[in-house]
């Protein structure tokens, strides 16, 4: 018969750590017998249950063959001593001297009645004073114990379910009363072979050394079974008599670590090696572990008798109680992990394991490191941005898990793509960069696993110890890298009210680097002049007081007089007619009015001072909002974009090969003030000046070009934001929203080609702020309609992609809209008219234009014509044109 599959892997696991079959067999019989068959038990934790039970049998084997020939009596003792090596519990009584009586009153105060809770299985299947005499003789012999040297705690099942708990029954105070705030350095107590409970780390899984420590970190987490024990106790006789301070006074005697509330081990009274309550962390004095014993703990102690042991992990340690962990500290934990937990007992040894051991190690000796102490120690550089647990779980999960930037949700998986997609390093900057800085630390592990030999100390002498194993290299990324990895979470670097994040979900490529600034700058020569003496009273509403949109008449408010009415709501909406209004203006063609100057200082600056026909600026709507200078409050409802970006937004990786773009991560209300275009103030002479390839988003501020008559080469200005700008520089042009053919409508009615306008989701409307600093004003983007969350927001650039000699460098538009103008025409032909569709747009347009200044009375009858016309044509060219 084919052995049972189960049996054959316990045999291959025990196997795998040197135990014979022959071994294996009684005892896996005996937990099978114990645990009703239920595998699950044995096989938890590599058959750690099945390990331990094993080594017992033998441990018990040798002492009872000391003792027989020592005594050579006790006769039921081997049959005892059989029996024992099934229940993991018998390891608490292991080396057990003669019992006493089992009742709880009988406890020794010392240890305030330590009791095992048995799991059900236990009452029922041995005898019923076992239990009792093993915490009685715990109690009775307050002594450290880990028998082989090890700290011990088992967990049994419950039924085969729920661990062994031990409780500290008692609520005596066992902490040496009113202790003066003093340091006590304590070494490793000597241990004698066990009569007290201590916990015990798995060997398999063992992630803090258990060697000096009673606890290990895994306990603390909340969903685990919380432990109780008595990690150091107090000999009653001791408690008033001793010296506390005194050196030569035992653990034991010394030491209670912890109140009775302290002495679980649970929430804020964590336990890594260290007991306090968490409202008297401040009051803390260190202790240093005196250099030749690397096992000696450091203990505080507070002026109100709290003990705390600083141990080698201190993850679960709040804040306040940061502890920089030593080289010895360490080395001790690696010791235990890789030396112990390793090389003797793990089957599953691998050097990944290894590796995730000692990032592990490391992080939770940093965990609650303050950040100025990483920098002190030259700590994680490139990574001080990152928060310790996230690295951690980037760690240890390889990223799978994504969450790597975890305080902005809507990064999440996307910035673990592209951080853990590809290993190439400079795409994954920050964890790699850890993980390349603890190469160093894994060598030096390997190092200690292979030699046995001591970290030595290569760090600065200032910081010797600690220096020499926070192994983080210098930072090998660049600034710009940097700069786009910090910026993650906050492309503003705190510039704006509002946080934007940026993410790219689609390749690895990083936020082009640009130098965030919230509101214009002059660049050198542009003529703008803020000056308080310039701005005259009759440009700033000084007679208004508190909000001006809650005065009766709107006209009553000289700033809101320009455009005879408040353009905002009381919502801070802009005003829907006026909205329709600066619509149809920017981008009806039929609607447009393009003004001529006469002496275009665009094109004076194309050209080198030769001069070209002006080709027209778009007369536009303006906004002019009340500003310090008016009477009103900072809080008026007539200032809005001068209060900064209010919504939530997201730089993002557009999928349309558009490069980068900006979205709204909320729903965005018609006519919301979204942001201002900011870049920097420059002349139409030095942005030629520039160069032209690099710099293809500038906006011009032409709107009173013409009225003014702008000719002075300091005043017509622009706005760049190649290398200066705000979140406004990743506007893209825009994005179409229309499916299938669109009915010809008249003008203005859905459908028409004012709907079409309604492409780009923004529109960007010129706004007076300071002054009346005509050539000089701010750029607004409000929504044109609703817009959804996650919705890119675009506008549309104006841009006359026929026009080559324009300012803006026109590119391979990919707004998807059917109206782009950047349609690939120029080997289409159509026989629609016979004649070319490009030609025909354009004598449309331009038919059209003409007609509508020259003869009033024809351009609704032309209009309407043109609209059909031109609207047959498209059709016509998308439905046929190859
Ligand atoms: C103001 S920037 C917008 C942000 C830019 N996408 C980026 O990655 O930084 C303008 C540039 O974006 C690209 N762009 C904007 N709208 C586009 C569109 N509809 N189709 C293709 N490219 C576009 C063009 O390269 C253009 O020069």
Request: aromatic share 8%; net charge negative; with cysteine.
């Amino acid at each position: 018969m084919a052995p049972d599959p189960r049996v054959a892997r316990a045999f291959k696991a025990m196997k795998a750590i040197g135990i014979t079959e022959t071994k294996v067999k009684p005892v896996l019989k005996k937990l099978l017998k114990l645990y009703e068959k239920n595998w699950e038990l044995i096989e938890e934790e590599n058959y750690r249950v099945l390990a331990d039970a094993i080594f017992d049998e033998e441990d018990d084997a040798k002492v009872s063959g000391q003792k027989k020939s020592k005594f050579n009596q006790e006769e039921n003792f081997e049959e005892e001593a059989q029996e024992e090596p099934l229940r993991p519990l018998k390891r608490l009584r292991r080396g057990q001297e003669p019992r006493v009586p089992s009742s709880p009153s009988n406890a020794s105060p010392s240890l305030g009645g330590a009791l095992l809770i048995r799991p059900k299985v236990e009452e029922d299947e041995l005898p019923a004073t076992s239990s009792q005499h093993q915490s009685q003789d715990n109690v009775k012999s307050p002594q450290f114990s880990s028998g082989n040297g090890r700290a011990e705690i088992q967990r049994l099942g419950n039924k085969g379910k729920e661990p062994v708990s031990v409780h500290v029954a008692s609520t005596e105070n066992r902490c040496i009363p009113e202790r003066s705030s003093h340091a006590v350095s304590i070494r490793e107590p000597a241990v004698e072979s066990g009569n007290l409970l201590l916990p015990k780390v798995s060997r398999t899984q063992a992630l803090i050394k258990p060697k000096d420590e009673p606890f290990t970190d895994g306990m603390f987490i909340d969903n685990r079974p919380k432990y109780e024990v008595p990690i150091a106790v107090i000999h009653p006789d001791s408690i008033g008599k001793g010296d506390s301070s005194s050196g030569n006074v035992s653990l034991e005697e010394r030491v209670c670590l912890g109140s009775p509330a302290s002495s679980r081990l649970d929430g804020e009274h964590r336990v890594d090696g260290v007991l306090a309550s968490s409202s008297e962390r401040s009051s803390h004095e260190l202790a240093t572990i005196p250099e030749e014993n690397p096992s000696s703990l450091e203990i505080a102690s507070s002026p109100m008798g709290e003990v705390k042991l600083f141990l080698s992990c201190n993850s679960a340690v709040g804040r306040s109680n940061f502890h920089m962990p030593s080289v010895d500290e360490l080395k001790e934990l690696m010791e235990e992990r890789c030396l112990r937990s390793y090389k003797i007992i793990d089957p599953s040894f691998s050097l990944m394991n290894l590796f995730k051991n000692v990032c592990e190690c490391f992080l939770e000796l940093t965990t609650n490191s303050s950040c100025e102490s990483q920098e002190r120690l030259g700590t994680v550089t490139p990574c001080d941005l990152l928060t310790k647990s996230t690295a951690r779980d980037a760690l240890l999960d390889g990223g799978s898990k994504g969450n790597i930037y975890t305080t902005s949700g809507i990064l999440r998986g996307s910035v673990d793509k592209q951080c853990f997609a590809d290993v190439a390093p400079p795409q994954v900057p920050r964890p790699l960069q850890f993980l390349n800085g603890l190469d160093d630390l894994v060598g030096t592990c390997e190092e200690m696993v292979a030699n046995g030999s001591p970290i030595s100390d290569k760090g600065d002498p200032e910081f010797s110890g600690s220096c020499s194993l926070v192994l983080v290299p210098q930072c090998q990324l660049t600034s710009d890298e940097l700069r786009a990895i910090n910026d993650v979470n906050d492309i503003t670097k705190g510039e704006e009210r509002v946080e934007i994040p940026w993410v790219n979900e689609i390749s690895n490529e990083r936020l082009p680097t640009f130098y965030y600034i919230s509101q214009n700058l002059v660049y050198q020569n542009a003529s703008v002049s803020f000056s308080l003496s310039q701005i005259g009273a009759e440009h700033c509403c000084s007679d208004c007081f508190g909000n001006c949109l809650a005065s009766t008449s709107a006209i009553a408010c000289v700033c809101a007089r320009q455009t005879g009415k408040f353009v905002y709501t009381p919502e801070g909406l802009l005003d829907e007619e006026f909205l329709a209004e600066c619509v149809t203006m920017t981008r009806d063609p039929q609607q447009q009015r393009l003004l001529n100057c006469r002496d275009c200082p665009l094109e004076r600056s194309k050209n080198d001072g030769i001069l070209e026909p002006c080709k027209g600026h778009l007369e536009r709507n303006i906004i002019k909002e009340c500003w310090s200078k008016c009477g009103c409050y900072k809080q008026c409802g007539n200032r809005v974009v001068q209060r900064g970006i209010n919504s939530k937004l997201q730089v993002f990786f557009t999928p349309e090969e558009k490069g980068w773009g900006l979205r709204t991560l909320e729903k965005l209300q018609k006519g919301a003030f979204v942001c201002e275009f900011v870049g920097e103030i420059v002349t139409t002479k030095e942005l030629y000046d520039r160069n032209t390839k690099k710099h293809n988003c500038p906006v011009l501020l032409d709107a009173y070009w013409v009225p003014k008559g702008v000719s002075k080469e300091e005043e017509a200005l622009c706005l760049d934001a190649t290398c200066y700008g705000n979140v406004a520089r990743f506007l893209n042009h825009r994005k179409g929203i229309c499916d299938g053919p669109q009915p010809v409508k008249k003008t203005g009615e859905p459908g028409s080609r004012v709907e079409r306008c309604f492409d780009a989701n923004l529109i960007e409307i010129p706004v007076e702020i300071e002054g009346p600093e005509l050539h000089y004003y701010h750029l607004a983007f409000f929504t044109t309609r609703e817009v959804d969350a996650l919705e890119e927001l675009t506008w549309d650039y104006g841009i006359d992609f026929d026009d080559h000699d324009h300012l803006v460098k026109p590119f391979q538009c990919r707004c998807a809209s059917k109206f782009c103008r950047n349609m690939k025409r120029s080997s289409r032909k159509c026989f629609c008219f016979g004649i070319d569709c490009e030609m025909s747009r354009k004598l449309f347009k331009y038919t059209h234009a003409f007609h509508r200044d020259k003869d009033p009375d024809l351009y609704p009858l032309l209009d309407e014509l043109i609209v059909s016309l031109d609207d047959a044509i498209q059709w016509w060219i998308l439905r046929w044109c190859p």
